[in-house]
């Protein structure tokens, strides 16, 4: 088993729809969880954190359930500019070194 | 610059030969990783560096590969007798908080391509 894991898509969407993606991870001990964004041919960039209470940034809604081992991101009222790929990020190991899914591609139409 | 710089960004050699990539991280920055991605993949982690030290290499896919960094600065990621499967972005990340806490800053790779 992938030691992160998410549906890799595409998710295609009108402009203003809402649209979740799900994570899984294996290590239950990891202590830290991000979402990035990456858009094509460039470098990731974070987006938010994921805290265990749930945490919100404008359009976007992450959470984290430590119990059945999944982080979720939630985008309200898409925009063209949200395309890009949304890659989970998981500390992992000895190290706590971040491990990143290998990305769930978004694409919003107009 | 403020940011992670690595050079070269463009790399194009022959199979057999020897490659070096280098990276440097955001003035401070204790942590480094360097990840590949191969084309329409995910990143994969090679090693993590806390200070000049590498408590993690478990990511290197195999004896050709091998990284360094000196002065809790700059890294130098080195692939031996390329081979066409090492074709791929190399990524280079900083972060002012080590084990993993903080915010990842990334370069904007070295791109090699091995014919």
């Known amino acids: 088993r992938k030691e992160v894991e998410q549906d890799p898509g595409p998710f295609n969407v009108p402009e203003g729809a809402t649209v979740a993606f799900n994570c899984t991870y294996s290590?239950?001990?990891?202590?830290?969880f991000f979402w990035y964004r990456q858009d094509c041919r460039k470098e990731p960039k974070l987006l938010m954190s994921?805290?265990?209470s749930g945490n919100e940034d404008g359009r976007f809604t992450a959470q984290l359930n430590r119990a059945s081992q999944y982080i979720s991101l939630l985008i309200r009222d898409s925009k063209l500019s949200d395309s890009a790929t949304y890659l989970c990020?998981?500390?992992?190991?000895?190290?706590?070194?971040?491990?990143f899914g290998t990305g769930t591609l978004l694409a919003v139409q107009p | 610059g403020a940011g992670v710089s690595q050079s070269p960004s463009n790399k194009v050699t022959e199979k057999g030969k020897d490659v070096e990539l280098r990276c440097d991280p955001i003035s401070g920055h204790t942590a480094l990783y360097w990840y590949r991605q191969r084309l329409g993949q995910g990143l994969e982690f090679l090693i993590y560096?806390?200070?000049?030290?590498?408590?993690?290499k478990s990511g290197l896919p195999s004896d050709r590969f091998s990284a360094e960094r000196t002065g809790e600065s700059v890294s130098t990621l080195t692939i031996q007798r390329t081979q066409q499967e090492d074709s791929a972005v190399y990524l280079c990340?900083?972060?002012?908080?080590?084990?993993?806490?903080?915010?990842?800053?990334f370069g904007e790779g070295s791109r090699l391509t091995v014919l």
């Open positions: 990340a900083s972060s002012l908080v080590t084990r993993g806490g903080g915010e990842l800053f």
């Open positions: 990020v998981v500390t992992g190991g000895a190290t706590n070194k971040l491990i």
């Open positions: 994921v805290y265990s």
């Open positions: 560096f806390q200070g000049n030290s590498a408590p993690d």
């Open positions: 290590n239950s001990a990891s202590q830290s």
